[in-house]
């Protein structure tokens, strides 16, 4: 009885749920992207939350069990930063959206042009970046250590991540992002991110850790 009353109060444990999909409507308002673009990526962002979560309770339930050491365990492990990956980037995504597309900030501006240069030249290689072939996100990271700006590509969701890196600014190109929209004019779609980028949050992730 008691082994019983013990695996069910694990079951109630481990089957609540560790986040929550966050409300992003407020991107339809959004010029340059179209509703049913849009309602079809908050889909699948609620489903990597719901993967997340399901992989966190089912490895919390096989780690109580003391199946830590099993193959289902090692499995559903690797699979959890993928899809916690890409749970939080596009949380990151959609949040650095919504904008006016102007940046406000002189500092966030300031080291822009020390490490690049020049705005325009930022911009260049943070869309050339977008440009490359294949599925992926291209992030603007700052490293910590050096403070040093950096246009990263990021293959899949969780391979090639500046480790320890402030991500900035998100932007998602894999095809579900814009393909419905913009067809395979990876361009048109990455003018549109641009017109839309919201600098005051931004601006926040770079004095969040300055």
Do not use: C
Not at 62 to 81: C, D, M, N, Q, T
Not at 166 to 175: A, G, S
């Amino acid at each position: 009885m008691k082994k019983l009353i013990l695996s069910i109060l694990i079951m109630i444990f481990s089957s609540a749920q560790a986040y929550t999909a966050k409300d992003f409507s407020h991107l339809y308002e959004m010029k340059d992207f179209k509703r049913e673009l849009l309602q079809m990526h908050f889909i699948l962002y609620r489903g990597y939350v719901k993967n997340a979560n399901f992989l966190l309770n089912e490895l919390d339930l096989l780690a109580k069990s003391g199946k830590g050491k099993s193959y289902e365990f090692g499995a559903l492990k690797r699979r959890l930063g993928w899809e916690m990956d890409g749970m939080r980037l596009h949380e990151l995504y959609f949040s650095n959206l919504g904008g006016k597309g102007e940046i406000v900030n002189e500092k966030l501006l300031y080291a822009i042009e020390k490490d690049f240069g020049h705005m325009n030249a930022w911009k260049n290689d943070f869309m050339d970046t977008g440009k490359i072939r294949g599925i992926g996100w291209v992030v603007l990271y700052r490293d910590p250590d050096s403070g040093k700006l950096i246009n990263m590509w990021i293959n899949e969701h969780d391979t090639g991540h500046l480790a320890g890196g402030d991500l900035l600014i998100v932007m998602d190109v894999w095809e579900h992002a814009y393909i419905t929209q913009f067809g395979l004019d990876r361009a048109k779609y990455i003018e549109a991110f641009f017109n839309n980028i919201n600098w005051e949050e931004v601006n926040e992730r770079y004095l969040r850790n300055f």
